[in-house]
């Protein structure tokens, strides 16, 4: 890691204090602990914006990547020990134990301020503090909320200021009287001790003792030792997930981990649809699908998370609480995301990607063909014959919303969209068909409780292992899982008939050559316009172990180089392999006692019961015409 000189000054072209008490004892209470040599307001202003670039080129927090080629483009590289979201340092610091559930790290609350303290204490030293006030949505949205971090890392300045609502429009409601959510980020690397010592800084400062904490009865986050993405941009994961599971939870309504499309169909009828997937599972590409049937147009609202609130006309409705895009960059091309990387095209900061020999950036999977040369995540000279990747596996871009070309008229609605579908997605090689629709809501939450992928461990032998993540929120849910599904369970019976229709996709499934079966990318647009065509009450629809599967003939597939046997292979379901599968989900929910919902418990013995009613030897799955 490079070694930058000190800044001689600290930045004087922020916003001036705001005239809002209870900040200014909170900010000056962190100050306190922290001890920064300078406090600057964001004010959110492209001056801003500018100065701070400016300033992390020349220090060598960023680097300017080619102008001509990529204007308002920057690249910095991380420290290897700093690269992902680390999930084995991120705590649930609930009261009690039990709220934060077994799937969630808890840490005792009064424990863990004390180690905060310890950590916090002098860590800003040498630097300056940043005072970051945003709004995760819309401002002033019936849905959007507020928040204030605090970090010491400029590059958390920028990227805040792509990914949220970020300056002064922010802070005026604050000081208004809104409501808002307090975070506090330190990379965790003081430049001067307490005796006075100095060390010099670091491209990439951080500290390998992480802490990334929720304190769900406060609603505060506090986050130590990382830079990167998730740890330390609060305003995604803590925030919009963790902490808002649980206003969520206590204010009746939803904050998900799902992308949000709208899909107009042939005949002008707009659909809006959020959907779930676990990460790896190509939400980003499907967030900026470009269908390959005719006639229907996909806009993208969101790529990551969901708030869903029950509007006035008792419907559910959904805002892109974000306001960028923080994807993955290795496996985004033309061929798997061409609108994605062309929004890159300007005013992007990519983070850990390869830099080429002209001052531009690549990744694996960007080109069929590696250049001969490059420069590696890690700021070594890396050819084709190296064994490491050139750009690092999580490596990213982080880009404003509104530059995908895509994006979608509704995506600032500050009412956000009435959503007609849910889709629960996995990565399942076999069992779970390309699309079933649930039986009801009560099926839709067993079907999201119980969302899996196989483990990609058939070579150590674990054929079979599932990995759980429900609703795609095992990492992200703010209290405990049971709890979230009762909460969902009580959303079902508020929203009653006007609640979405709750389906499942699986892209993944193999045949047994082991290969896809399914194209994916832009034809699952086909799956999805045949949900539509359900909710549109245009198909109808086979009764099956996991749900409602299409009826031959329905699924489109006009176009698709597709034997009817690998179609048939798709939708099979084995009674058996379900049998198994049952049993599995019966030993998982062991682990929530008795906090698992009653309605879930019901879900599983009714699925016994449609495995019970499946003639093995068929294996269709198919257990008779659904009425409707
Ligand atoms: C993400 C994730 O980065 O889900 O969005 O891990
Ligand atoms: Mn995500």
Request: glycine share 10%.
């Amino acid at each position: 890691m490079a070694q930058i000189q000190p800044c001689p000054t600290a930045s004087s072209f922020g916003a001036d204090a705001p005239n809002a008490p209870e900040v200014l004892a909170w900010v000056a209470q962190i100050a306190e602990l922290t001890q920064p040599d300078a406090i600057h307001w964001v004010s959110g202003s492209r001056a801003e914006r500018d100065q701070l670039y400016a300033e992390m080129v020349a220090d060598g927090t960023l680097i300017a990547l080619n102008q001509d080629k990529r204007p308002g483009c920057y690249l910095a590289r991380s420290a290897p020990s700093d690269v992902a979201r680390v999930e084995s340092r991120t705590f649930i610091c609930s009261e009690r134990e039990a709220d934060a559930g077994p799937t969630n790290n808890w840490a005792d609350p009064a424990q863990m301020r004390q180690t905060l303290r310890r950590k916090f204490r002098g860590c800003m030293r040498g630097r300056t503090m940043y005072v970051i006030p945003f709004s995760m949505g819309p401002l002033g949205g019936d849905i959007s909320k507020l928040g204030i971090e605090i970090t010491d890392s400029p590059y958390v300045v920028v990227s805040m200021g792509i990914m949220t609502r970020a300056g002064d429009a922010a802070m005026e409601r604050i000081a208004a009287g809104e409501y808002w959510v307090p975070a506090v980020h330190s990379v965790g690397y003081p430049l001067r001790d307490e005796a006075g010592g100095v060390r010099l800084d670091l491209t990439w400062p951080c500290d390998d003792d992480k802490y990334i904490t929720h304190f769900p009865q406060t609603r505060e986050i506090w986050s130590y030792g990382s830079g990167y993405g998730g740890n330390a941009l609060l305003g995604k994961k803590c925030y919009a997930l963790r902490i808002a599971s649980v206003l969520g939870r206590d204010e009746g309504w939803l904050a998900e981990h799902m992308l949000i499309l709208r899909v107009t169909g042939p005949s002008g009828r707009r659909f809006h649809l959020a959907a779930a997937f676990p990460s790896a599972c190509g939400k980003t590409n499907l967030a900026m699908l470009r269908p390959t049937i005719e006639s229907w147009q996909v806009e993208t609202i969101g790529d990551d998370i969901a708030w869903m609130r029950p509007g006035a006309d008792g419907r559910l409705y959904a805002i892109n609480p974000e306001a960028g895009f923080f994807g993955v960059a290795p496996g985004t091309s033309e061929q798997t995301n061409p609108t994605a990387l062309a929004a890159l095209d300007h005013d992007t900061i990519f983070t850990n990607v390869a830099l080429t020999d002209d001052g531009d950036v690549w990744w694996e999977g960007l080109t069929d063909q590696p250049p001969a040369h490059l420069i590696d995540w890690r700021g070594q000279d890396w050819t084709p014959d190296s064994d490491q990747p050139a750009a690092h596996p999580n490596s990213r871009f982080t880009v404003r919303a509104s530059q995908a070309a895509s994006i979608s008229p509704a995506w600032q609605d500050p009412a956000g969209v009435p959503l007609d579908v849910i889709l629960f997605g996995g990565r399942r090689a076999s069992n779970v068909p390309l699309i079933s629709e649930s039986y009801d809501w009560e099926h839709g939450v067993f079907v999201g409780a119980t969302v899996s992928s196989e483990q990609t461990a058939a070579a150590e032998g674990a054929v079979g292992a599932l990995r759980r993540d429900p609703f795609a929120m095992l990492p992200f849910c703010g209290y405990n899982m049971a709890d979230y599904w009762a909460h969902w369970l009580k959303m079902g019976q508020r929203l009653g008939d006007q609640a979405p229709r709750i389906f499942q996709v699986n892209w993944f499934r193999k045949g047994a050559g082991g290969k896809f079966l399914w194209p994916g990318f832009g034809d699952n647009s086909r799956p999805i316009e045949w949900a539509l065509r359900r909710v549109a009450g245009e198909v109808e629809a086979d009764d099956a172990i996991s749900g409602r599967l299409p009826r031959k003939g329905d699924l489109n597939v006009a176009g698709l180089d597709m034997t009817e046997t690998a179609l048939e292979a798709l939708f099979a379901l084995d009674p058996k392999a379900w049998a198994a599968e049952a049993d599995l989900t019966e030993e998982y929910f062991a682990q929530f006692g008795d906090r698992l919902p009653a309605a879930l418990v019901a879900q599983l013995a009714a699925l016994r019961e449609r495995i019970s009613r499946c003639p093995v030897a068929v294996h269709s799955g198919r257990i008779s015409r659904a009425k409707a």
